[in-house]
């Protein structure tokens, strides 16, 4: 029971990353740019996490830690800034396909910086998480909405996405959710605020009507994840918590399809099954190696 709740902490995790795409959506349609969107997320956030450091466990850390962890919230930002302006240019049902080939990625950061050349079976769910996005970027329909500059956005999203998963997993493991979460957020909006510097703040009308915005993306984009994360995966552990944390993908194009009426045809949904199916492949592989590491360990 306990297992099962840590799951659903995870999963939840996943789905809060699944809505942000719908409200960016609404947010362009009302008027805001993305350098307004993606500044107030992280700006709003970031406040936010702080504020409930101050009620919340701390550990002293180093200068040079607090760096580390500063810097690699830095992929992070990128990864809103860059999804963001995929955003504009594709449909929201499109744009987290393309955000979600940080999956396979991540493999080949693995492969660069641990020299951990993909096996026979990471290799088949690379190729059914690829032939997965094909079908559900539906790129081969005429009434596709592919563009190229969204594609290399969206890339470069799930590029920058994958860096940051992997940075953050290697520094400021033994610190408290909250603590880790506000440097890595502080480092992202950091970044952004040099990239889109929130001139937002000093236009009183622009601030109020954009600040709901801010409040429910910095909310669901960069507070709840990762203290979901943080509080669900050690318990998990990292093979199921990749499947759980996918329920991003569908609750995305879902949402997109509710709320903004977009159109998801089968080929859409037998892409996104593919997708997950991609996925599983490669966590229950990990999942089964690893359990054969502590059986080893244990005789």
Request: charged content about 10%; glycine content about 8%.
């Amino acid at each position: 029971m306990k297992n099962m709740y840590y799951a659903g902490l995870v999963f939840l995790g996943g789905c809060c990353y699944g809505i942000l795409s719908t409200f960016v959506k609404i947010a362009y349609a009302n008027g805001f740019s993305s350098a307004a969107v993606t500044g107030a997320q992280y700006l709003f956030g970031t406040v936010m996490l702080w504020l409930v450091l101050q009620f919340t466990k701390k550990e002293k850390l180093s200068v040079k830690e607090a760096v580390k962890l500063l810097s690699s919230g830095i992929p992070f930002g990128l990864t809103g800034i860059f999804y963001y302006q995929a955003l504009q240019s594709l449909s929201a049902s499109l744009a987290i396909v393309f955000l979600f080939q940080f999956v396979w990625i991540g493999s080949v950061i693995e492969w660069l910086v641990y020299r951990r050349v993909p096996d026979k079976t990471k290799l088949i769910s690379i190729a059914v998480l690829l032939l997965g996005s094909l079908l559900a970027a539906d790129i081969f329909s005429s009434s596709s909405t592919f563009t190229l500059s969204g594609l290399m956005w969206g890339i470069m999203a799930a590029v920058s996405f994958a860096t940051f998963l992997f940075l953050s997993s290697a520094v400021g493991s033994y610190l408290p959710p909250v603590q880790k979460s506000a440097l890595l957020a502080t480092g992202a909006s950091a970044l952004v605020s040099i990239c889109y510097p929130p001139v937002f703040i000093l236009e009183g009308t622009t601030f109020f009507s954009l600040a709901p915005y801010g409040l429910l993306l910095g909310l669901f984009g960069v507070v709840l994840p990762p203290l979901l994360y943080s509080i669900g995966m050690p318990h998990v552990g990292p093979s199921l918590g990749t499947i759980l944390t996918s329920s991003e993908l569908p609750v995305a194009i879902l949402m997109s399809s509710v709320v903004l009426s977009e159109p998801v045809p089968p080929v859409k949904w037998t892409g996104v099954i593919l997708i997950l199916i991609g996925i599983s492949l490669n966590s229950l592989k990990d999942s089964k190696k690893t359990g054969m590491l502590k059986k080893t360990e244990y005789q």
